[in-house]
């Protein structure tokens, strides 16, 4: 009776350890636990690629938006032959258009400000802030001065990073943008937080054009 026993389990090892073997060979179970770690990571880097490409694509937006608008702005003068071009508040408005329809998708208004200064020489040859333009609800000032400075002396040394300041030359004017952009993540870029853009553009004006005032007609885009 022993020995049948021992026959018996000895004509069953076979297939048991052919059972272990396809379990040692079956890596279903490992694959789903790998998944269930990997797929979390993949999706993360995945819309954080994405968010970074969009943040990416902000900055160059506003970037292209600045340069546009300070080209335009050298440009606006209204007049005849019989006197100097006038630069207008309609004409500053129209280019504060052109940056609402460049800015589309990006709430610009709601989001953004963008100054404009007229940089002239003072009499006395110094830089000076001669009048500024701003367009937008976000609450920012110029990181260079307000209306009016340098409007006497020489201490101003024009507006840019200190050391590579733009400057007017005599008798024509710069007009130097700055934007500042609140940036809005989209819905799942929330982790990397709060963001601000800022971008500066300068051109000199194509043309002689009156530089006494800014004439009507036109609202009046005050800096506020």
Not at 207 to 222: A, M
């Amino acid at each position: 009776m022993r020995l049948k026993t021992i026959l018996t389990r000895a004509r069953a090892l076979p297939a048991r350890l052919a059972r272990r073997a396809r379990l040692a060979r079956d890596t279903r179970g490992t694959v789903i636990i790998e998944m269930a770690f990997a797929v979390p990571l993949l999706v993360l880097l995945g819309f954080g690629g994405l968010e970074m490409a969009y943040l990416t694509l902000a900055n160059t937006r506003i970037s292209q938006i600045g340069l546009s608008a300070a080209d335009n702005a050298s440009r606006i003068a209204a007049g005849t032959s019989l006197s100097l071009p006038q630069i207008r508040e309609l004409d500053i408005n129209e280019v504060f258009t052109g940056v609402e329809e460049q800015a589309r998708g990006l709430e610009f208004k709601k989001h953004g400000r963008i100054i404009l200064s007229s940089l002239e020489r003072n009499p006395e040859g110094g830089q000076w802030i001669h009048w500024q333009r701003c367009y937008g609800d976000l609450k920012a000032a110029s990181s260079y001065g307000l209306e009016g400075k340098g409007k006497t002396g020489t201490d101003f040394k024009g507006m840019g990073p200190e050391g590579r300041e733009v400057t007017a030359a005599a008798g024509t004017a710069v007009m130097f943008v700055e934007i500042v952009y609140e940036y809005q993540p989209l819905a799942f870029g929330s982790w990397l937080g709060p963001r601000t853009i800022r971008s500066t553009a300068a051109f000199n004006i194509r043309e002689s054009r009156d530089l006494s005032k800014v004439h009507g007609p036109g609202i009046k885009s005050v800096c506020t």
